[in-house]
């Protein structure tokens, strides 16, 4: 695990430097614009490079809103869920027209399983098993998790979630799911967040006007209403987001259990993705300490990001760098955003990081 002993000679070599584009995602305020509809909105972020209206994946992502339009915008801040013209459609961007859902669908989000060789549609954010497929196979895969989590999984390690196009393909679904019931592909949403991700965190308490854009005026939840009202702007920028903290894990199951599941450990370069990590503690209250993916060389006592394979350059150390033969080889993060080592049997939850715009190849 973690670089070679040539690649360490390497990381240490003044010759050398290893680049990631990765960007750690923050929301940046625009106290100083003038309030605007949400076409305009939009077009305001889209002048700064990287930079989106804001996607909410977790109560945590509504919590840092909340707070920032509390402090700055009396007016509330549109986000970037708005309404679309084709609700259903397969996660590879298929469209189908012949599906209806149970009801009338206003602004939650229903998505396909198959259950008792039918398929019938579920809350998005529901947790099952689901079939993923590549060039030469369907695949089931028996962990239990949400819609826009399975897409994720199946796009990172195979093709995509399932489409199922005829009856031929549903026979062979039918037989790779052995009577369980799993998640496909299929998707009904009247509703998109404007910068194309999937999350299936959807708390609206009311709908308004035409309610066609949503926004937020400083309370625990989102509201659909008119797109031209004059509003606060907040962008979001960065192409990575903190996961919820783990369950506790020792530092390899919690590298074991990020690089699976989502893009591996949490690192931190510099002094501004140090700040967002602290906002994001701060916001869910998270007391630590809880994994990064710094690990110590054991045999050159440098410190480095596992994850990325890039020696620490930034440091925000409680007492300076642990070092060699008194430290322990794991590092931490804790409530106050200090780093501290600690021993890496030792169970604690992780935090991972997650591509936002995972898509298929």
Not at 28 to 42: A, G, I, Y
Request: hydrophobic fraction near 30%; charged fraction near 25%.
């Amino acid at each position: 695990m973690g670089p070679s002993s040539l690649f360490r000679l390497l990381l240490l070599s003044p010759i050398f430097h290893l680049t990631v584009s990765t960007e750690l995602r923050k929301f940046v305020s625009r106290p100083n614009v003038v309030k605007k509809n949400w076409d305009k909105t939009l077009k305001e972020c889209e002048k700064k490079n990287n930079s989106h209206l804001v996607t909410l994946h977790n109560c945590y992502d509504l919590k840092m809103i909340q707070d920032m339009v509390s402090n700055t915008f009396y007016l509330g801040v549109y986000l970037g869920l708005h309404e679309k013209t084709n609700p259903s459609e397969w996660s590879n961007g298929e469209k189908m027209t012949n599906w209806t859902t149970d009801g009338n669908v206003t602004h939650e989000q229903r998505c396909v399983a198959i259950h008792n060789k039918r398929w019938s549609n579920h809350p998005c954010h529901e947790k099952m098993y689901f079939m993923c497929y590549n060039a030469t196979a369907y695949q089931l895969i028996e962990q239990k998790k949400d819609w826009c989590e399975a897409r994720l999984y199946c796009r990172k390690h195979y093709k995509d979630l399932v489409s199922i196009n005829n009856n031929t393909q549903n026979e062979e679904a039918l037989r790779r799911g052995a009577n369980r019931t799993f998640w496909i592909g299929l998707k009904h949403d009247n509703y998109q967040w404007e910068d194309g991700q999937c999350s299936t965190f959807r708390v609206i308490e009311a709908d308004r006007g035409d309610r066609k854009c949503s926004f937020n005026g400083g309370e625990q939840f989102m509201t659909l209403d008119s797109c031209i009202n004059g509003r606060g702007v907040i962008c979001m920028q960065g192409d990575t987001r903190i996961t919820v903290p783990t369950d506790p894990l020792t530092w390899e199951e919690a590298y074991d259990y990020c690089k699976e599941n989502h893009d591996g450990l949490l690192f931190i370069r510099d002094q501004d993705e140090q700040s967002e990590v602290k906002k994001w503690l701060d916001v869910t209250g998270v007391p630590g300490p809880v994994w990064l993916g710094l690990r110590q060389s054991r045999a050159f006592g440098f410190w480095f990001w596992s994850t990325i394979d890039q020696v620490v350059d930034f440091i925000n150390w409680r007492d300076g760098p642990p070092e060699l033969p008194l430290s322990y080889h794991c590092g931490a993060i804790d409530g106050r955003g200090t780093w501290s080592d600690v021993k890496c049997q030792t169970k604690l939850p992780a935090l991972c990081i997650e591509d936002m715009y995972s898509t298929t190849d």
